[in-house]
């Protein structure tokens, strides 16, 4: 297996960050392939912990290339800003290890704007919850044909070009929004510092990529924000504007679908979404409450309190087909300790009956399907030392196995911890069953 794809297989959060950063010890190469710095990816090394947010989430590990596609919005602040952070805690090299795609749309400040402008004046209801980072006008931009790409900071004059043609198009939307229409100049003389520092990383990443894939190498595709998030496939219009699915890895990194050899998506042991949107397991009960705590469910990038909810099958059921999903990695195992009784759900009532499928109402209608829960016995031991799954307390086993069976995928890897070292690897998708060779 040389070509791996890692999907968050729920609304985010799920431990993209340190199952990459895991799997990382074999790879040869990370690639980013969608979103941009709504991203927030934990990566806990010993006592260090690092968010990255544009970063993949291999960077940690010397020796590996990371690329940021071109599927990805790149905010060149952001991202310097990154590099910058790790060098002063003392990573040396980020620089040398980091590709960025020429063809990667650029985040300017005119879409951070309308972005956080929109939101603001959102009638009641209709607040998307973004991470107000700019995405969603950056994407916009690019099927609008009126982009801005990282190769563009190459030329200044094309560059300068391109943000005047941007700005006249948004114009009239920052005007309906009470907004300034900015000034292009301010803009080239903020960005041309940055330009000088992300000029030298650019390179054509899909043929990088492909070189890589095609000559053997073990590359990681790291996903951002979720299937349930994903532009497609999402509980639209509550979703991020980028395709988050494993397919997303293909006309994100530009490779053929052909090249890809497994797709692993995370989950983890319950729910949990950030934003508005439909979410119908939801808890806001003592029950959520524990799940916020114990698992410090708080946005990597905005702080938010997550909502928190029990784990839904039919959606795990759905993120395995479109996903095409060989094996999980079921992680937080550790925060369902202490819960006397646990849910998941695993059917639906809707209107026409009850189904164990996603069912489409909840795209449109979510008031009209109530979740059909079947309850666990919960268990009262600390798993963060867990090595193997025959250290786990017998109802945590029943529940792993439960899951696996009802989710119709084979679990890859449990994860007990923030840490490395607290995780049960299964499945090594690099190597098959077992850790390393
Ligand atoms: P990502 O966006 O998918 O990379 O996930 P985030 O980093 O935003 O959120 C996941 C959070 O859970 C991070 O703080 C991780 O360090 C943490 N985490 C990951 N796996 C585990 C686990 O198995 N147990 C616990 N307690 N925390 C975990
Ligand atoms: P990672 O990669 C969780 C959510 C936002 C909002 C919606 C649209 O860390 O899992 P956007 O700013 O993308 O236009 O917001 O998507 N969202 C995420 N939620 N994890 C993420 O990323 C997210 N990225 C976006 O909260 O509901
Ligand atoms: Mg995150």
């Known amino acids: ?54 970063l993949p989430s ?14 990805m919005v790149i905010d060149a602040a952001v991202l310097v800003g ?14 040398e290890r980091l590709r960025v795609s020429d063809r990667a749309h ?6 951070i704007v309308v972005d956080t402008l929109r939101e603001t004046s959102a009638r ?3 607040a998307i919850g973004t991470t107000k980072k700019g995405i969603g006008p950056a994407y916009e931009d690019k099927a609008r044909r009126t982009g801005v790409r990282a190769g563009d900071l190459r030329e200044p004059a094309r560059l300068a070009a391109r943000i005047e043609a941007a700005l006249e198009a948004w114009a009239p939307t920052l005007r309906a929004l009470g907004g300034e229409v900015p000034d292009a100049r301010a803009i080239l003389a903020e960005i041309a510092p940055l330009a000088a520092r992300l000029v030298p990383l650019l390179c054509d990443a899909s043929a990088l990529v492909d070189a890589a894939v095609r000559g053997g190498q073990r590359v990681l595709f790291e996903g951002a924000q979720g299937t349930l998030l994903d532009l497609d496939h999402g509980t639209y219009p509550f979703v991020t504007s980028s395709s988050a699915v494993a397919g997303g890895a293909a006309i994100g990194a530009g490779i053929g679908p052909n090249r890809i050899d497994s797709v692993i998506g995370i989950t983890k042991a319950y729910a949990t979404r950030v934003g508005a949107g ?39 059921r759905y993120a395995a087909r479109v996903n095409g999903i ?22 639906y009532d809707t209107p026409s009956g009850r189904t164990r499928e996603l069912p489409p109402e909840l795209f449109d209608d979510p008031t009209s399907v109530r979740p059909v829960y079947e309850e666990h016995e919960g268990w009262q031991e600390e798993l963060s030392g867990v090595k193997t799954l025959d250290d786990l307390p017998a109802t945590a086993r029943r529940y792993v196995r439960r899951l696996e069976e009802q989710a119709g995928v084979p679990i890859y890897l449990v994860s007990v911890g923030q840490e490395r070292r607290q995780t049960v690897v299964l499945h090594n998708p690099f190597f098959g069953r077992a850790a390393a060779p």
């Not at 968050?8 to 941009?36: F, I, P």
């Not at 650029?106 to 879409?111: R, S």
């Not at 003592?286 to 990038?301: C, K, M, N, T």
């Open 326 to 347: 060989d094996g999980l990695a079921l992680t937080k195992l550790d925060v369902l300790t202490g819960l006397r009784t646990l849910r998941v759900c695993v059917a």
């Open 58 to 71: 291999g960077i940690l590990r010397p020796g590996t290339v990371n690329v940021l596609a071109q599927g």
């Open 124 to 126: 009641e209801g209709k």
């Open 106 to 111: 650029l985040i300017l400040p005119y879409h």
């Open 1 to 54: 297996m040389s070509a791996v794809v890692i999907v968050g297989a729920q609304w985010g959060d799920e431990g993209k960050g340190k199952v990459v950063d895991l799997y990382t010890e074999h790879a040869d190469m990370v690639v980013r392939y969608a979103g941009g710095p709504n991203a927030g990816h934990t990566l806990v090394v010993g006592s260090e912990k690092v968010v990255v947010r544009l």
């Open 278 to 316: 439909p979410f119908p397991t939801e808890l806001t009960d003592a029950d959520g409450q524990h799940l916020r705590d114990a698992g410090a469910e708080f946005g990597s990038v905005t702080g938010r309190p997550r909502r928190t909810g029990w784990l839904d099958l039919p959606a795990l």
């Open 82 to 95: 990154e590099i910058d952070a790790l060098g002063a805690r003392g990573h040396q090299g980020v620089g």
